[in-house]
């Protein structure tokens, strides 16, 4: 049973390797495709500026004489962002923050860019991104593509406004707090927050939002209600009270399920099998002991001077070893004796 066991520990260890290198491989191609999106990204808008800037030169040096350039494909896109451009490269998880102190419905001021100082509600938390898109701020026009504006059934428009992520490292919050003179309410904006009462959660596997609050003081700032959807009912429906019915009561004595139902469900030959049958452990045991059994075998073919060595062997082995009277006295001489030669040699060098 022992060689059963150490195969399944031996193939759990290998295919934890496999796995391993597996997600290695992914991430490296995760990595990868983000640096492939950024560049492509970032080539793409510094070659828009610079058509940009030739075009306005161009514009300026021959005044009415100017090509128009909103004609043909570019009659209603002329000028507009491209839809594969205009959104933030994902940011590799080591350069995002930890834990994200922003939520959906907060209210943000802009402390760096082209929009600094204006104060909108956050719309959208972007992760993967790092960044917060904001209600009617850093908006742009981006060119829709035919094909998007043919699965939209509203019928949008060839260029729509849409709102660009903001970093959220240069958002700052902005929450109602109690002026410690007068005491009415006016918009503080928190420079730094930090998380505190963060559990882990065992059914999602992953730390909970924690609590917001500002280092220094007791102040503690909440999460944005959340607005729970609400949910049509229909005819099809399954009803709650047949959901809650139980239909099936477990014994100890009876199995919930067949027997070889389990077989089905896992391998019943796999090398990763931990739990056996009782009919199968008894049969590995037995092979075992068989096993056992043949290696003294050797010991029933032996010639009497073997037989006789082992008997001495054992007989020299139970007989006492306890030393006599005389042989303890013996040794007592001995050990006066050299104790002293060992005197007269240090009285000698002194």
């Known amino acids: 049973m022992e060689k059963v066991v150490q195969r399944s520990k031996i193939a759990h260890r290998h295919a934890a390797k496999r796995l391993s290198k597996e997600i290695d491989h992914l991430e490296k191609g995760k990595s990868w495709s983000r640096k492939r999106d950024s560049l492509r990204i970032r080539g793409d808008n510094h070659a828009l500026i610079v058509t940009v800037r030739k075009e306005r030169a161009e514009a300026w040096s021959r005044g009415l004489l100017a090509p128009r350039r909103d004609v043909g494909d570019k009659a209603k896109t002329h000028g507009a962002l491209s839809l594969y451009s205009f959104n ?6 080591r350069s995002l923050p930890k834990w994200f102190w922003v939520s959906e419905g907060d209210r943000v001021v802009v402390v760096k860019g082209r929009e600094k100082g204006k104060i909108a509600e956050v719309e959208e938390v972007q992760r993967d991104k790092g960044a917060v898109r904001l209600k009617g701020v850093n908006v742009t026009d981006v060119a829709v593509p035919s094909w998007v504006n043919q699965r939209d059934t509203s019928g949008g428009e060839s260029v729509q406004p849409i709102a660009i992520g903001v970093p959220v490292e240069d958002v700052r919050l902005v929450y109602p707090l ?14 730094k927050l930090i998380c505190v009462n963060r559990e882990w959660d065992k059914v999602k596997k992953e730390w909970d939002q924690g609590m917001r609050a500002v280092p220094g003081t007791n102040t503690l700032i909440p999460w944005p209600e959340v607005i729970e959807p609400e949910f049509q009912d229909h005819e099809d429906d399954t009803l709650r009270r047949s959901v809650d019915e139980v239909t099936h009561t477990p014994l100890l004595l009876n ?4 027997a070889s139902v389990i077989d089905e469900l896992r391998n019943k030959y796999s090398k990763f099998r931990t739990r056996h049958s009782y009919e199968f452990t008894q049969k590995i045991e037995a092979q075992a002991a068989k096993e056992e059994k043949r290696k003294d075998l050797h010991l ?8 006789l060595a082992e008997v001495r062997r054992k007989a020299k082995t139970a007989e006492s070893r306890e030393l006599t009277d005389e042989q303890l006295a013996k ?7 050299e104790a002293a030669k060992r005197g007269e040699a240090a009285s000698a060098l002194a």
């Open 255 to 258: 199995w919930p399920m067949p």
């Open 300 to 307: 029933t073919m032996r010639t009497p001077l073997q037989e």
């Open 331 to 337: 040794i007592g001489e001995v050990m006066a004796s």
């Open 178 to 191: 109690p002026d410690p003179t007068t005491g009415k309410l006016r918009d503080v904006v928190v420079e």
């Open 88 to 93: 933030l490269p994902d940011r590799h998880p």
